[in-house]
């Protein structure tokens, strides 16, 4: 039994019990006034025979931080899992206690971290830290060692200004009987020495580990210096296996490591010798953090990898190839928009009599509000709708707030012409940026303007959607020569939880061919389809209540209760449905939100019965969900107990599937078309269930190819055991210069034989262009 030191906070004195069984066999002592120097700490170590200190204190954080930085304080969130050793006593940082209840992983991480003092002896043997930096008389021998070594892991320091690499870690890991080793040199990125030295050195055949590699080799293929054997990530690998956990280095390090200190102030001391020493502990950490890894992930966190990992490539070749803005068409909307604001705040100072008025303030809202009688939470849009329909003046003054608001954010986030790099639009897709394994969307991975705190590019899967509004898709260009193409799987949610689900009712509905939405206000509603949709020209003949239909789908698909689908729906729709329906018109919004969302269960019973059920059982007893690709999704929450969690779990299996499907056509797609086409074919972006790509002007096979390498059947076995083949149809849009103008694309089959290696049936395609 070892005695340990507690170093607690008043707010920590309700969680101390849920600690017992964390230190079960162990004793703690307890103090909860903070010391006022280290020294008392050592003392109080020494009086009491304590083999360490635990804290979660931030004013002894605070007495044990090595490094200062202007830009950061210290935070028990960053130093959580950190050991700080002082003197020969190890330091151990805990976040707040609270975090047992309120993190569904609290518990989980502080057991893990908590076993850095409990069973030391069962954590990975990670090597020392050995670093220097390269000189012209010893970089042949350091670039002679490293192309011996078993695995080399990289890591960049970028400078923002002119987006410019200012250093590069190598750290050369080699293995032996008696364990592993590790040396890192740092590369100080000065001139075009020592550019080509980056060159030769990447271009070794070892295999290359990165954290979050994407970034890194995208300033190596700026600068003419890609990375051959580029094999393993560590951000990938975590993520396959606890999505649900953070995925920063220092974080990742820390879980991994034993004995690790955040080290993220050391590198912005202002001391050159402190930036590269910080440069080669990333490398350090990110091959330690591989190792320890790999040694300890279960086998289907391997296989989640497998299919993980691959998808960076296509990812990567989008993101660096991005897509044409035409600038002048971008100031025209930037103009226009720029009216709206100019004319909605020249409304607003009239009607609240104030000239000054600034619709983008909280404050002066919120203080508008508390004048018009609202009662609402906030100033957000969802709350400044509801207070619009407390009386018609809030309608006609708040609707001013909310348009100019709108034309705002256009401006700001979308008509910027520094986003966009010497015409491009660039942005970035990450195989790592969501629990469903969906890929996610951000601005590119190069810093921009505004005094290098804004990043390049847009997030590509946020491109508003809206016609109503703006149409940004109408700055979007195709390059000299090429069209723009989009594949998109035609309802694929839908039918994914009908196949996983086993509900006939929505099986029929899904597989009947006709318009998914317009049969369901024939079952919501009981109004016929024939009045709201015409099959034979395909067009809809009652958009208002197919609208609304389309959105009661969305918030049953989420699990919303009432006041979340009012939230989102808004109540300007819920009150339509009142008058559509022929609601009791004494009802009020909840008590429509209610009846509303009750529609979809009662025409698809066994969706939040069973099928819910067995998501449920599945992660009480084993804390995973499996999809049909096999992606296996460990979770930390409570379905039963936690609504957010419930949401969470329920949505998951759906959209894995829709994700996992789109990620393989993504693969094929990126293999089969664009390696093979480099010349007349551009996969740009994976956006929601679509793909969109450019192909060269004649080129009408390559779109009969991307159809074909989408179209393909997974084995899909439903809550009860059943099994079906599931394949999603795929809508085709191309023959456009610019992404607004893309229009419907037909593909016909006939029986022939293209390969297909997800199903048996055999078929080739002809094209026909309406």
């Not at 079960?24 to 006022?36: D, F, N, Y």
């Not at 591989?290 to 296989?303: D, K, N, Q, Y």
């Not at 006609?396 to 700001?412: N, P, T």
Request: charged share 25%; net charge positive; hydrophobic share 35%.
């Amino acid at each position: 039994m070892s005695t340990f030191l507690l170093y607690h906070t008043h707010q920590d004195l309700p969680y101390l019990g849920a600690l017992k069984p964390l230190l079960k066999g162990h004793s703690v002592i307890l103090r909860h006034q903070p010391p006022t120097t280290v020294t008392e700490t050592l003392m109080e170590v020494k009086a009491k025979g304590a083999k360490g200190v635990i804290t979660t204190s931030p004013k002894l954080l605070q007495l044990l931080r090595r490094w200062s930085s202007e830009k950061s304080e210290a935070s028990l969130d960053n130093y959580a899992g950190s050991i700080i050793e002082t003197k020969g006593v190890e330091y151990l940082i805990l976040n707040p206690l609270q975090q047992l209840f309120t993190v569904s992983y609290g518990k989980f991480l502080a057991e893990r971290y908590l076993s850095k003092f409990t069973h030391p002896h069962n954590w990975f043997q990670q090597t020392e830290f050995r670093w220097e930096v390269a000189n012209e008389s010893t970089i042949d021998a350091w670039y002679l060692w490293l192309s011996k070594c078993d695995y080399i892991a990289i890591d960049i320091e970028t400078g923002e200004e002119n987006r410019r690499i200012n250093c590069v870690s190598y750290t050369g890991v080699t293995h032996s009987n008696i364990g592993f080793s590790t040396r890192t040199v740092v590369l100080p990125c000065i001139s075009s020495y020592w550019l080509e030295w980056i060159r030769k050195l990447n271009y070794l055949s070892v295999p290359k580990i990165f954290q979050n590699g994407k970034y890194d080799n995208a300033y190596f293929f700026r600068f003419g210096a890609p990375v051959k054997g580029w094999y393993f990530d560590t951000i990938n690998l975590f993520h396959s296996w606890y999505s649900e956990l953070p995925k920063r280095l220092d974080f990742l390090a820390t879980f991994a490591l034993r004995k690790v200190e955040f080290w993220k102030d050391e590198g912005s001391t202002g001391n050159l010798e402190d930036y590269y020493r910080y440069n080669a502990r990333d490398g350090w950490a990110t091959a330690n953090s591989f190792l320890s890894l790999i040694g300890e992930m279960p086998e289907w966190a391997v296989r989640n990898y497998l299919q993980e990992f691959p998808t960076i490539f296509p990812c990567h070749q989008a993101e660096m190839t991005g897509m044409q803005i035409d600038l002048e068409q971008m100031q025209k909307l930037r103009s226009e928009q720029l009216q709206v604001m100019e004319k909605k705040k020249s409304e607003l100072a009239i009607m609240v009599s104030a000239p000054e008025f600034n619709p983008r303030s909280p404050k002066q809202v919120g203080i508008l509000l508390q004048i018009l009688g609202a009662q609402v939470k906030s100033t957000e849009e969802k709350d400044l709708k509801k207070a619009m329909f407390q009386h018609p003046l809030n309608t006609r003054i708040l609707d001013g707030v909310i348009s100019y608001r709108k034309a705002g954010k256009l401006v700001s986030t979308y008509l910027v012409e520094k986003k966009f790099w010497k015409g491009r639009c660039l942005y970035a897709i990450n195989p790592h940026g969501t629990d469903t394994a969906r890929l996610a969307s951000t601005e590119s991975q190069f810093r921009g303007w505004s005094n290098n705190k804004q990043w390049a590019g847009l997030q590509i899967h946020n491109i508003p959607r809206d016609r109503k509004d703006i149409e940004i898709k109408s700055m979007f260009f195709s390059d000299p020569g090429f069209y723009f193409g989009e594949a998109d799987y035609s309802q694929a949610e839908a039918r994914d939880v009908a196949y996983l689900s086993g509900d006939l009712e929505l099986l029929k509905t899904v597989e009947s061919g006709k318009d998914f939405h317009s049969l369901n206000v024939e079952r919501f509603f009981g109004l016929l389809y024939e009045k709201i949709f015409d099959d034979s020209s395909g067009s809809i003949l009652d958009k208002e209540i197919r609208d609304l239909c389309k959105r009661i789908t969305h918030g049953w698909n989420y699990n919303m209760g009432w006041q979340v689908l009012i939230d989102t729906m808004g109540l300007e729709f819920i009150y339509l449905a009142q008058k559509l329906l022929k609601l009791n018109p004494l009802w009020g919004a909840r008590k429509i939100a209610e009846y509303l969302i009750e529609l979809p269960n009662k025409a698809y019973p066994t969706v939040k019965t069973d099928y819910y059920d067995s998501i449920k059982y599945s992660v009480k007893t084993t804390h995973q969900l499996v999809s049909a690709l096999g992606w296996t999704r460990y979770c930390f929450g409570n379905p039963e107990k936690n609504k957010q969690d419930l949401n969470s779990y329920v949505a998951h299996p759906s959209q894995n599937l829709n994700a996992g499907t789109l990620n393989i056509a993504w693969m094929r797609i990126f293999e089969e078309v664009a390696l093979k086409e480099p010349k007349d074919f551009k996969l740009c972006a994976q956006i929601h269930d679509s793909i969109l790509f450019q192909y060269r002007i004649g080129r009408r096979d390559l779109v009969r190819r991307v159809k074909e390498c989408m179209l393909f059947s997974v084995r899909v076995k439903d809550c009860k055991g059943i099994e079906r083949d599931l394949r999603v149809p795929v809508d085709m849009k191309a023959e456009a210069g610019r992404w607004s103008e893309i229009k419907k694309y037909e593909v016909e089959y006939l029986s022939g034989g293209w390969n297909d290696n997800y199903s048996s049936s055999r078929e080739i395609s002809t094209i026909t262009c309406k």
